[in-house]
């Protein structure tokens, strides 16, 4: 089945532990975006990537690292969460860059 | 940096009638997308409307675009329960930034 797997769904963490949500896509996709989703803001891009090697910021992209070593994966990285960065992310791929976007069930993060 | 704003904030309307939404955007687009998410759950795309394009179709779905006006409409034809869900809008403007608004709920009772 194709899809856009993440993980974990859930997590609760700490203040200043790093901590890294997986997201990997099957449909050998070059385009990939993180999205994070808040009540009354919507969902605002983190970061995407249009190829491997090759990620570039998006509207809030601060406290928050991306790596693409490898077409499938797109892991997102908080290197020393804080309480501001919970909130519901999601991953999303595309293999026409923006026309369509197959996104993820979601990660519920939040930091206390 | 929001692009898209959908109107209105939520919709409530009977099993049978048609739903509309609409949203309106700020600068140029090359095509405009229109998702569904179910509570809480990832988004699932519906429909793609180009710049060239004025009007859309899928399945119960109407999509029409005005670029003079710098807005969108969705129309859902015949509704059911199931579509009870949010409905964003999206602009594509460059070649990999999908803005999105910040939805319309829409609940549809038996």
């Known amino acids: 089945e194709a899809q856009v797997t993440q993980n974990p769904r859930y997590l609760i963490t700490v203040t200043g532990k790093k901590l890294t949500v997986t997201c990997s896509q099957n449909?050998?996709?070059?385009?990939m975006s993180w999205y994070r989703q808040d009540p009354g803001l919507g969902l605002r891009q983190i970061y995407y990537?249009?190829?491997?090697?090759?990620?570039d910021k998006g509207d809030v992209p601060e406290g928050y690292k991306v790596s693409r070593k490898e077409k499938r994966n797109f892991p997102l990285i908080l290197e020393s969460p804080s309480p501001n960065q919970t909130s519901l992310y999601f991953c999303?791929?595309?293999?026409?860059?923006?026309?369509?976007?197959?996104f993820g069930s979601g990660t519920r993060l939040t930091v206390v | 940096s929001q692009q898209g704003e959908e109107d209105p904030q939520a919709l409530s309307i009977q099993e049978g009638e048609n739903a509309t939404m609409n949203c309106s955007y700020k600068?140029?687009?090359?095509?405009l997308q229109w998702y569904r998410q179910n509570s809480g759950r990832g988004l699932v795309h519906l429909i793609l409307?180009?710049?060239?394009?004025r009007e859309k179709h899928s399945g119960r779905l109407r999509v029409t675009l005005d670029t003079s006006k710098k807005s969108s409409s969705l129309l859902i034809t015949a509704s059911r329960a199931a579509d009870t869900a949010s409905y964003f809008c999206?602009?594509?403007?460059?070649?990999?930034?999908?803005?999105f608004g910040k939805g319309t709920m829409l609940l549809v009772s038996p």
């Open positions: 999303a791929s595309s293999d026409r860059g923006n026309y369509g976007y197959t």
């Open positions: 449909m050998n996709h070059e385009y």
């Open positions: 990537s249009m190829n491997v090697e090759v990620t």
């Open positions: 600068t140029s687009i090359n095509n």
């Open positions: 409307i180009r710049s060239n394009e």
């Open positions: 999206a602009t594509a403007s460059g070649y990999s930034t999908l803005t």
